[in-house]
């Protein structure tokens, strides 16, 4: 009796540390636009019931490299832009001041963000106390009339000393080897549930280095300290290209068994990951037709989809298919909103399992896969379909590690409240009218039915929920809503779903 209650206590200790464990429940978007004199920031919150959004004033823009991190119980600790380190007052750490320093730094920062999209990483000392930052130099860019390049000379980490609030190491090189990519940095947490690997990668500029030199650089943090561990020959050469440096993306799937990487010039390529060894096997490789550069990835929550943003198109790929041909489908083409335009960049699941994306333009909407575990367009994927306080800067998405990679779910998702009560079938369109509208909205019905109608803002906060029976239209009065965009959902008796997005000004 005295074993198996130490076995419960255990297991509810473990359980106990699991649902704590909310390091990335606080993302930063920060941009600005001429009529306004300071920075904007936009803050995403996982915490509490629901997913929220709110302004903060923060003291620079946040580009591509775009990182925080938050404690076991999701108060933000830090963030960075690659530029500073900041703390949770929203001003520079400490000895936080000229990470990266250096000409590009110097050049760079003032107009307010470090060059690259995926270059940086914070993660937890497993010796407690800490968090190591894990970023690159840029130090060379190039232009010419139809292409730029970025050249990564030296990769370095910071370390931020928690208790003190204040950056106690910086830029110290961990690295020989020079040329790097200028994307791609991913980490995954060991089997031993504590040390972490990170992933990197060299840079095939076609000029100064054979394809013999694209290879796969594998870093290792453990309760001692961080360091080189090994490397390993990547399958295919083509994706470490400067033109896929610039642009793509990789990522893991929440399991950690996966390990995917994306450029629109050289498509996709699948590996086996073992977290044990930090090696990677069995290379799989799909052809995804693009013309754009900024591309993205991401794993659906239950591991079965892979998502993929090139410009103006999103793919999913289905990995229990046959192959990976037939697992490809097209979700959605862009289509030109309000405002810049707003491509398919970054994505980056979130606590509360939705895919959120970022746009090739300034904006303040990201576009938002709802469902990714589901199939095909029942995925629920909006356009600008999340809006934020205030702008963010091009393609900036912050890159987060599966924190909850060994615990029974690696995200949340109550915290988006459900709008029905009873499983949903395929999503099919809505005739509604008109729209955009400040007043007086009509809904049409497919036909004579019975269910629910349900209206949620952009944060899916629920508005307006009805029941209504043998209806074939109605109206509903949209006067007094703020303006902005909504979302108009209708759910039969026997789960059939029908949805529209209505602009109200």
Not at 481 to 488: L, S
């Given at each position: ?58 003291p ?122 200028s ?60 033109r ?46 693009s ?77 938002i ?14 356009q ?23 615990e ?14 009873f ?39 629920r ?32 789960g ?5 997005r209505?602009?109200?000004?």
């Amino acid at each position: 009796m005295r074993s198996l209650c130490i076995i419960v206590l255990v297991v509810s200790f473990k359980s106990l540390l699991s649902a704590q464990l909310k390091h990335d429940y606080i993302w930063i978007f920060a941009g600005n636009v001429d009529t306004m004199a300071n920075v904007e920031g936009s803050i995403i919150d996982f915490n509490g019931d629901k997913t929220t959004t709110y302004y903060q004033d923060v003291p620079d823009k946040i580009h591509g490299e775009n990182i925080s991190f938050s404690s076991e119980n999701g108060t933000l600790i830090a963030y960075a832009n690659a530029c500073d380190v900041f703390n949770n007052d929203f001003v520079i750490m400490e000895n936080g001041a000229d990470i990266n320093s250096g000409p590009m730094h110097d050049e760079q920062c003032p107009l307010g963000g470090y060059l690259g999209l995926q270059n940086t990483l914070m993660l937890p000392d497993p010796a407690g106390g800490g968090i190591y930052y894990y970023h690159r130099r840029i130090e060379e860019l190039e232009f010419n009339v139809f292409d730029w390049t970025l050249q990564a000379k030296h990769t370095l980490y910071s370390y931020i000393d928690i208790a003190e609030n204040r950056v106690t190491v910086k830029n110290v090189p961990i690295h020989e080897r020079t040329n790097h990519t200028s994307s791609f940095v991913e980490a995954i947490r060991h089997a031993n549930g504590e040390d972490w690997w990170i992933l990197d990668f060299s840079q095939w500029n076609n000029f100064e280095e054979t394809v013999d030199d694209t290879l796969m650089y594998v870093f290792k943090i453990d309760k001692d300290s961080i360091y080189f561990h090994h490397e390993q020959k990547v399958g295919n050469s083509q994706v470490l290209k400067t033109r896929c440096s610039v642009s793509g993306q990789s990522a893991f799937s929440t399991d950690g068994k996966t390990f995917a990487m994306f450029c629109h010039e050289s498509g996709l390529d699948l590996y086996d990951f073992d977290r044990e060894t930090g090696l990677i096997s069995n290379y799989r490789h799909l052809v995804i037709p693009s013309t754009y550069r900024t591309s993205g990835i991401c794993f659906s929550p239950n591991n079965r989809f892979l998502y993929i943003s090139n410009g103006d198109k999103l793919w999913q790929v289905d990995l229990e298919a046959v192959s990976l041909e037939d697992g490809l489908l097209l979700i959605d083409e862009y289509e030109p909103g309000p405002g810049l335009t707003a491509n398919f960049a970054k994505m980056q699941l979130g606590p509360d399992c939705r895919i959120y994306m970022s746009s090739t333009n300034q904006t303040r909407t990201l576009h938002i896969i709802n469902n990714p575990d589901e199939y095909g367009e029942a995925c629920n994927f909006l356009q600008r379909g999340f809006e934020l306080p205030y702008v963010c800067q091009p393609g900036s998405m912050p890159n987060f590690p599966h924190f909850r990679i060994d615990e029974d779910e690696v995200c949340n998702p109550d915290l988006v409240a459900s709008v029905f009560e009873f499983p949903v079938k395929v999503v099919k369109g809505l005739d509604v009218y008109p729209n955009p509208t400040s007043g007086e909205l009509t809904i049409e019905l497919p036909e004579v039915m019975s269910g629910q109608l349900v209206i949620t803002d952009i944060t899916s906060q629920r508005l307006l929920s009805q029941f209504f029976s043998n209806a074939e239209n109605f109206q509903v009065d949209l006067t007094g809503y703020h303006p902005g965009m909504y979302t108009v959902e209708v759910v039969g008796e026997d789960g059939e779903r029908f949805m529209e997005r209505v602009v109200v000004y």
